[in-house]
């Protein structure tokens, strides 16, 4: 397969992918989730440079106040391990989109508790320009 094929068949892939969203909105959902996916990927690396073994990441979701309320102080944002991004790609076909919508629903109480604007976007700034 030549790169001409290659990017057609991308392409082909792409347009059954968005299905009945028009092209030029497709890329908000799509930015929309590399966002998600760099959030997500920013607090895995967070807990890890902070001694979170894989056991304690994966036990972590709103009712335990106290980790939520660290977190939250550190990065501007908590995200519960089951709507982490990793997780769903590990859920592989069993992922539902109620997954989705579920998560963004507890992304929105979660930094809506506390001002994270600030903190959220110094979680932003290393990203390259």
Do not use: H
Request: glycine share 2%; hydrophobic share 35%.
């Amino acid at each position: 397969m030549n790169k001409q094929q290659l990017a057609a068949k991308i392409w082909e892939s792409a347009n059954q992918m968005r299905s009945k969203i028009e092209a030029n909105d497709y890329k908000d959902y799509i930015l929309g989730f590399i966002f998600y996916k760099f959030l997500s990927d920013k607090q895995i690396q967070f807990l890890i440079q902070n001694e979170f073994d894989e056991q304690s990441i994966k036990e972590l979701n709103e009712d335990d106040t106290d980790t939520l309320k660290y977190i939250q102080d550190e990065l501007g944002y908590f995200i519960a391990y089951d709507n982490l991004f990793s997780t769903w790609i590990s859920d592989g076909k069993d992922f539902n989109i109620a997954y989705v919508r579920d998560a963004l629903s507890a992304f929105s109480r979660m930094s809506r508790q506390r001002r994270c604007n600030n903190r959220l976007m110094n979680c932003i700034n290393p990203l390259p320009s």
